[in-house]
């Protein structure tokens, strides 16, 4: 759904509020317009921003991308769509599948995101870690995001659901993990995440610094891949 030009305009000055929805899983679940752009929210955080969700768009500026063209690729917390349209806008062409549990937010993707999105796309209503349990596909990226509201639920921090992400990656496949890294106890979880368990996993794992996140990978990115 567009926007008339002069809430577009006046969202470079001041957000401005498009629709609140009830949600079970998301209390305070809502769409504002902020720089000309959707953002979906809850109270304590934003879980998606179109190109402006920067964790993102600067992990992906340092992929070479063109190793995903025609690729699989797997969206835990797909949000509003924010990956796909980043990974578009920079050119790349491939098909995404997208796990939300919240159908709160798959009703407001449709209205709002949808036309935005010209690749291929299947769009699944479930739980993440019941979904890698019984996953028996391989994805040439998994771009875990998954959140409520500032916190990553217990259960995706355990080897167990790491395995899986694992076990459902091809075999030069990656996988991008979302870990806030805004505040010390933020700092301090992801350290202890990265070293006591993703590492244990993922033995070869990597991670990139962006402003208030750590952006945690399954492997190092050699210098040819780097931009």
Same mark, same amino acid.
């Given at each position: 759904? !567009? +926007?008339? @030009? @002069?809430?577009? =305009?006046?969202?470079?000055?001041?957000?401005?509020?498009?629709?609140?929805?009830?949600?079970?899983? &998301?209390?305070?679940?809502?769409?504002?317009?902020?720089?000309? /752009?959707?953002?979906?929210?809850?109270?304590?955080?934003?879980?998606?921003?179109?190109?402006?969700?920067?964790?993102? @768009?600067?992990?992906?500026?340092?992929? *070479?991308?063109?190793?995903?063209?025609?690729?699989?690729?797997?969206?835990? $917390?797909?949000?509003?769509?924010?990956?796909?349209? =980043?990974?578009? =806008? %920079?050119?790349?062409?491939?098909?995404?599948?997208?796990?939300?549990? *919240?159908?709160?937010?798959?009703?407001?993707?449709?209205?709002?995101?949808? *036309?935005?999105?010209?690749?291929?796309?299947?769009?699944?209503?479930?739980?993440?870690?019941?979904?890698?349990?019984?996953?028996? /596909?391989?994805?040439? =990226?998994?771009?875990?995001?998954?959140?409520?509201?500032?916190?990553?639920?217990?259960?995706?921090? +355990?080897?167990?659901?790491?395995?899986?992400?694992?076990? $459902?990656?091809?075999?030069? $496949?990656?996988?991008? @993990?979302?870990?806030?890294?805004?505040?010390?106890?933020? /700092? !301090?979880?992801?350290?202890?995440?990265?070293?006591?368990?993703?590492?244990?996993?993922?033995? &070869?794992?990597?991670?990139? +610094?962006?402003? $208030? &996140? %750590?952006?945690?990978? &399954?492997?190092?990115?050699?210098?040819?891949?780097?931009?």
């Amino acid at each position: 759904m !567009k +926007q008339p @030009w @002069w809430k577009r =305009m006046l969202s470079h000055f001041s957000d401005i509020h498009i629709e609140s929805v009830d949600s079970s899983v &998301n209390p305070e679940l809502y769409v504002c317009l902020s720089k000309g /752009r959707y953002q979906l929210c809850v109270k304590n955080a934003i879980y998606s921003f179109e190109d402006k969700y920067d964790n993102f @768009w600067d992990t992906f500026a340092m992929l *070479d991308l063109g190793d995903f063209i025609g690729k699989d690729i797997l969206i835990l $917390g797909f949000g509003l769509g924010s990956i796909p349209k =980043m990974l578009e =806008m %920079k050119g790349l062409k491939a098909h995404f599948t997208g796990v939300e549990y *919240d159908e709160q937010i798959i009703y407001l993707f449709h209205k709002y995101m949808a *036309d935005k999105i010209e690749a291929p796309l299947e769009i699944i209503q479930a739980d993440a870690e019941i979904f890698m349990k019984l996953n028996e /596909r391989k994805y040439d =990226m998994i771009a875990m995001d998954v959140f409520v509201e500032d916190l990553i639920p217990n259960q995706f921090l +355990q080897p167990a659901f790491l395995t899986d992400l694992k076990n $459902g990656l091809s075999d030069n $496949g990656l996988l991008i @993990w979302n870990h806030l890294y805004h505040y010390e106890k933020d /700092r !301090k979880a992801a350290d202890n995440f990265f070293e006591d368990t993703f590492q244990k996993i993922f033995t &070869n794992a990597s991670f990139i +610094q962006t402003s $208030g &996140n %750590k952006m945690l990978l &399954n492997k190092k990115i050699v210098p040819s891949q780097a931009k």
